[in-house]
């Protein structure tokens, strides 16, 4: 789901730094993020995301600039007088303390009765499934489960921003999958802005409607999952999101329509304008392109667009899909293929010979 452009702002980083003595953690972070928005901040450890993160919760003063939380300076505002909660990476469930302590553990100087406060945690606790747990001990709780405790902590006290440092790292990636579909359908219902600081590609890609990239301490491309994913705005943007392709090539020509290019292995073509990523000169020139948008073509198929020969050099198969390393006639590297598996599809060995289909609308050119 992407959220309406016109949708309001609920946080706003104007030019934002932050400095551990001589060490710049962020550097000019200038960005908004929208009301009741599923946003990510994805990178490398080190690059500053959960920074960013424990700025807006209060647990980290800024060295110079401004964040504003549903349109409020935060400037000298401390973490318990903001509208957000945390779920951090390692849940800080009170293992002494029952589910229903737990979820109920930041009501304890709410002004509600006892029976409010009983009534706000059963709600809370049917909002992440985890209706008829209140009595169990905490410390009885799988991976998962107090997980969602840790949410329904968090949601009890119905802040304006949720933020969630790494919260499914810890689980096993059948779980992680599971409680991302979860987080997504969660968040739509209670339909406030969630911020998640993950270094998982697949899962801010899953789970987003825009997505920080971030290096170094900086912005390199916020943008729609789809959008980063088909056009990154560099080279290292393309590297960090998914498998990118990379061939070296050679700009023949250009106007302001269409640009026409040279790479071996794919001989000369000619991509639009838009399809170019970064500025002249940035990087050595490239086509970038994903896995997925090369097909091998079997017995008499024929390609929609372009085809080329190549050889195969390495087969992983992996049940549902088999990933190749091809390299094209003529090409200085080997590029990755994937296909998926269907019944009557063989697989491959290394060294066969293969027509493989391109399209010139699938590649990134890179300058």
């Given at each position: 789901m ?5 949708q309001p ?24 993020i ?14 500053g ?12 003063d800024i060295s110079?600039g401004?964040?504003?939380i ?34 109920g553990?930041?009501?304890?100087k709410?002004p509600?009765?006892?029976?409010e406060k ?11 499934g985890?209706?008829g ?21 968090a ?12 919260p499914?790292?810890?689980l ?31 899962e ?6 825009r ?15 789809e ?10 943007v393309a ?16 106007t ?25 000169g ?16 079997f ?7 372009r ?14 899909m ?6 094209l006639?003529?090409?200085?590297v ?28 699938a ?5």
């Amino acid at each position: 789901m992407t959220l309406p452009a016109e949708q309001p702002t609920m946080i706003e980083f104007k030019d934002v730094h932050k400095y551990y003595g001589d060490y710049h953690a962020l550097r000019g972070i200038t960005a908004t993020i929208r009301a009741g928005e599923f946003f990510s901040l994805l990178g490398p450890s080190g690059c500053g995301k959960t920074t960013l993160l424990r700025t807006i919760a209060g647990f980290e003063d800024i060295s110079s600039g401004v964040v504003m939380i549903d349109a409020k300076d935060m400037a000298g505002v401390p973490a318990n007088q903001r509208p957000t909660n945390m779920v951090f990476q390692s849940y800080a469930i009170f293992p002494h303390l029952t589910v229903a302590e737990n979820v109920g553990f930041g009501l304890r100087k709410d002004p509600r009765t006892k029976e409010e406060k009983a009534k706000a945690v059963s709600e809370a606790l049917e909002m992440v499934g985890l209706t008829g747990f209140g009595a169990r001990a905490a410390h009885a709780l799988s991976g998962g489960q107090r997980q969602r405790v840790a949410l329904a902590r968090a949601l009890i006290l119905k802040p304006k921003v949720l933020l969630l440092d790494e919260p499914l790292s810890a689980l096993d990636k059948k779980m992680r999958e599971q409680m991302q579909v979860e987080l997504i359908k969660l968040q739509r219902q209670v339909g406030i802005t969630f911020i998640l600081v993950t270094h998982d590609q697949e899962e801010a890609l899953v789970m987003s409607d825009r997505i920080a990239v971030m290096f170094d301490g900086e912005i390199a491309q916020l943008d729609d999952p789809e959008t980063l994913y088909r056009k990154p705005a560099n080279r290292r943007v393309a590297n960090f999101i998914g498998t990118m392709n990379f061939l070296p090539a050679k700009i023949v020509s250009e106007t302001s329509q269409s640009i026409q290019v040279e790479a071996a292995g794919f001989g000369s073509f000619t991509v639009a304008a838009d399809q170019a990523s970064g500025k002249k000169g940035d990087e050595e020139t490239a086509v970038g392109f994903r896995p997925e948008t090369l097909t091998i073509l079997f017995d008499d198929q024929k390609a929609s667009d372009r085809e080329a020969m190549a050889t195969v050099e390495e087969v992983v198969y992996y049940g549902d899909m088999t990933y190749y390393d091809i390299r094209l006639d003529g090409a200085p590297v080997a590029m990755r293929l994937s296909m998926r598996n269907v019944p009557g599809r063989p697989v491959l060995d290394i060294g066969a010979r293969a027509r493989v289909a391109w399209s010139t609308a699938a590649l990134v050119l890179f300058r």
